[in-house]
Protein backbone atom coordinates (compact mmCIF):
# COMPACT_ATOMS: atom_id res chain seq x y z
CA UNK A 1 0.00 0.00 0.00
CA UNK A 2 1.20 3.25 -0.80
CA UNK A 3 2.00 6.00 2.08
CA UNK A 4 -0.55 8.48 1.54
CA UNK A 5 -0.28 12.07 2.75
CA UNK A 6 -2.82 13.74 5.54
CA UNK A 7 -3.40 17.18 6.60
CA UNK A 8 -3.75 16.98 10.76
CA UNK A 9 -6.29 19.43 12.27
CA UNK A 10 -6.63 20.64 16.08
CA UNK A 11 -10.10 21.57 16.26
CA UNK A 12 -11.08 24.78 18.41
CA UNK A 13 -9.02 27.50 17.37
CA UNK A 14 -8.57 26.37 13.75
CA UNK A 15 -12.07 24.66 12.86
CA UNK A 16 -14.57 25.62 15.65
CA UNK A 17 -14.40 29.40 17.45
CA UNK A 18 -12.25 29.89 20.16
CA UNK A 19 -13.91 30.51 23.79
CA UNK A 20 -11.05 32.99 25.10
CA UNK A 21 -11.78 33.83 28.69
CA UNK A 22 -9.05 36.13 30.51
CA UNK A 23 -6.26 35.47 27.63
CA UNK A 24 -6.72 31.43 27.85
CA UNK A 25 -8.31 29.56 25.32
CA UNK A 26 -11.43 27.08 26.01
CA UNK A 27 -13.22 24.13 24.70
CA UNK A 28 -17.02 24.68 24.03
CA UNK A 29 -19.10 22.53 26.56
CA UNK A 30 -22.40 22.72 24.92
CA UNK A 31 -23.93 22.69 21.49
CA UNK A 32 -24.74 26.37 22.30
CA UNK A 33 -21.28 27.56 22.17
CA UNK A 34 -19.87 25.22 19.54
CA UNK A 35 -19.27 27.31 16.46
CA UNK A 36 -17.58 26.28 12.97
CA UNK A 37 -15.75 28.96 11.65
CA UNK A 38 -17.84 30.02 8.02
CA UNK A 39 -14.42 29.07 6.33
CA UNK A 40 -13.43 25.43 7.53
CA UNK A 41 -15.72 23.45 4.93
CA UNK A 42 -14.00 25.40 1.82
CA UNK A 43 -11.19 25.26 3.12
CA UNK A 44 -11.11 21.51 4.19
CA UNK A 45 -12.57 20.53 0.52
CA UNK A 46 -9.30 22.40 -1.04
CA UNK A 47 -6.82 20.01 0.79
CA UNK A 48 -8.97 17.27 0.01
CA UNK A 49 -9.19 18.08 -3.34
CA UNK A 50 -5.16 18.62 -3.52
CA UNK A 51 -5.29 14.87 -2.06
CA UNK A 52 -4.52 14.82 1.70
CA UNK A 53 -6.70 13.05 3.90
CA UNK A 54 -7.57 15.60 6.72
CA UNK A 55 -7.45 14.39 10.10
CA UNK A 56 -8.81 16.32 13.45
CA UNK A 57 -6.63 15.56 16.45
CA UNK A 58 -8.46 17.38 19.11
CA UNK A 59 -7.87 17.04 23.18
CA UNK A 60 -10.86 17.32 25.63
CA UNK A 61 -10.01 16.89 28.73
CA UNK A 62 -13.57 18.54 29.76
CA UNK A 63 -14.52 14.60 29.14
CA UNK A 64 -12.05 13.83 31.85
CA UNK A 65 -13.65 16.51 34.47
CA UNK A 66 -17.23 16.00 33.88
CA UNK A 67 -17.98 19.71 32.26
CA UNK A 68 -18.20 17.80 28.83
CA UNK A 69 -20.76 15.05 28.56
CA UNK A 70 -19.56 12.16 25.92
CA UNK A 71 -23.45 12.80 24.09
CA UNK A 72 -22.76 16.44 23.82
CA UNK A 73 -19.08 15.98 21.87
CA UNK A 74 -20.78 13.11 19.80
CA UNK A 75 -23.70 15.67 18.49
CA UNK A 76 -20.15 18.54 17.75
CA UNK A 77 -18.28 15.99 16.31
CA UNK A 78 -21.71 14.91 13.85
CA UNK A 79 -22.17 18.41 13.13
CA UNK A 80 -18.91 19.19 12.37
CA UNK A 81 -18.62 16.19 9.85
CA UNK A 82 -22.04 17.00 8.35
CA UNK A 83 -20.50 20.62 7.49
CA UNK A 84 -16.73 19.67 7.12
CA UNK A 85 -15.51 16.78 4.71
CA UNK A 86 -12.27 15.29 7.58
CA UNK A 87 -11.89 11.48 7.24
CA UNK A 88 -11.61 11.37 10.81
CA UNK A 89 -11.61 12.45 14.41
CA UNK A 90 -9.48 11.71 16.85
CA UNK A 91 -9.99 12.78 20.37
CA UNK A 92 -8.18 12.58 23.82
CA UNK A 93 -10.44 12.99 26.79
CA UNK A 94 -7.85 13.02 29.61
CA UNK A 95 -6.41 15.32 31.48
CA UNK A 96 -2.22 16.07 31.36
CA UNK A 97 -2.59 14.27 35.04
CA UNK A 98 -3.72 11.30 33.56
CA UNK A 99 -0.12 10.53 31.46
CA UNK A 100 -1.57 8.92 28.47
CA UNK A 101 0.55 8.69 25.07
CA UNK A 102 -2.65 11.09 23.27
CA UNK A 103 -2.20 13.91 24.97
CA UNK A 104 -0.90 16.57 23.20
CA UNK A 105 1.93 17.42 22.69
CA UNK A 106 2.55 13.58 22.86
CA UNK A 107 1.93 12.31 19.23
CA UNK A 108 -0.35 9.25 20.09
CA UNK A 109 -3.41 10.55 18.32
CA UNK A 110 -0.81 11.29 15.17
CA UNK A 111 0.52 7.80 15.34
CA UNK A 112 -2.97 5.96 15.63
CA UNK A 113 -4.08 7.78 12.61
CA UNK A 114 -1.09 7.16 10.55
CA UNK A 115 -1.22 3.13 11.51
CA UNK A 116 -5.19 3.32 10.64
CA UNK A 117 -4.75 5.31 6.98
CA UNK A 118 -1.35 4.20 6.17
CA UNK A 119 -0.11 8.19 6.45
CA UNK A 120 3.46 8.85 5.53
CA UNK A 121 4.10 11.61 8.65
CA UNK A 122 7.12 13.05 7.65
CA UNK A 123 5.05 14.33 3.86
CA UNK A 124 2.21 15.47 6.36
CA UNK A 125 1.35 18.31 8.15
CA UNK A 126 -0.21 20.12 11.51
CA UNK A 127 -2.49 22.98 11.65
CA UNK A 128 -3.03 24.07 15.22
CA UNK A 129 -3.55 27.22 17.29
CA UNK A 130 -1.16 26.40 20.46
CA UNK A 131 2.34 24.95 21.14
CA UNK A 132 0.88 21.26 21.96
CA UNK A 133 -0.49 20.82 18.23
CA UNK A 134 2.98 22.07 17.07
CA UNK A 135 4.97 19.91 19.27
CA UNK A 136 3.03 17.20 18.81
CA UNK A 137 3.54 17.49 14.98
CA UNK A 138 6.85 18.28 15.27
CA UNK A 139 7.95 15.12 17.40
CA UNK A 140 6.64 13.00 14.35
CA UNK A 141 8.43 15.07 11.14
CA UNK A 142 5.42 16.88 9.91
CA UNK A 143 5.43 20.14 9.00
CA UNK A 144 3.66 22.57 11.65
CA UNK A 145 2.04 25.48 10.71
CA UNK A 146 0.59 27.66 13.83
CA UNK A 147 -2.54 29.97 13.52
CA UNK A 148 -1.36 33.01 15.83
CA UNK A 149 -3.02 33.92 18.60
CA UNK A 150 -2.54 35.61 21.71
CA UNK A 151 -2.68 32.47 23.55
CA UNK A 152 -0.83 30.29 21.55
CA UNK A 153 2.68 30.27 23.27
CA UNK A 154 4.45 28.33 20.70
CA UNK A 155 7.82 29.24 19.07
CA UNK A 156 8.49 26.27 17.62
CA UNK A 157 6.21 26.26 14.30
CA UNK A 158 7.70 26.06 10.83
CA UNK A 159 5.35 28.47 9.31
CA UNK A 160 3.11 30.83 10.99
CA UNK A 161 -0.25 32.50 9.80
CA UNK A 162 -3.40 34.71 11.10
CA UNK A 163 -6.42 32.12 9.28
CA UNK A 164 -7.17 29.07 8.56
CA UNK A 165 -7.27 29.97 5.02
CA UNK A 166 -3.66 30.85 5.02
CA UNK A 167 -2.38 27.89 6.41
CA UNK A 168 -4.36 25.82 3.68
CA UNK A 169 -2.43 28.03 1.42
CA UNK A 170 0.82 27.19 2.79
CA UNK A 171 0.28 23.59 2.77
CA UNK A 172 -0.71 24.09 -0.98
CA UNK A 173 2.52 26.12 -1.49
CA UNK A 174 4.74 23.67 0.15
CA UNK A 175 3.45 21.13 -1.65
CA UNK A 176 3.84 22.69 -4.69
CA UNK A 177 7.49 23.50 -3.44
CA UNK A 178 8.38 20.19 -2.64
CA UNK A 179 6.63 18.62 -6.61
CA UNK A 180 8.56 21.12 -8.57
CA UNK A 181 11.43 19.76 -10.71
CA UNK A 182 15.26 20.24 -9.39
CA UNK A 183 16.82 22.54 -10.98
CA UNK A 184 20.41 20.94 -12.87
Known sequence: MTARNAVFLDRDGVLVREIVIDGHPFAPVTLEAFELLPEAAAQIQRLRDAGFLCIVFTNQPEMATGELAADILDTMHGQLRATVPVDDIYVCPHRDADQCACRKPLPGMLTAAAEKFGVDLKGSFVIGDRWRDIEAG?????????????????ETADARVDTLTEAVEAVLAQTDQNRAPSKP
Open 138 to 154: RTVGCYSILIERPYSAC
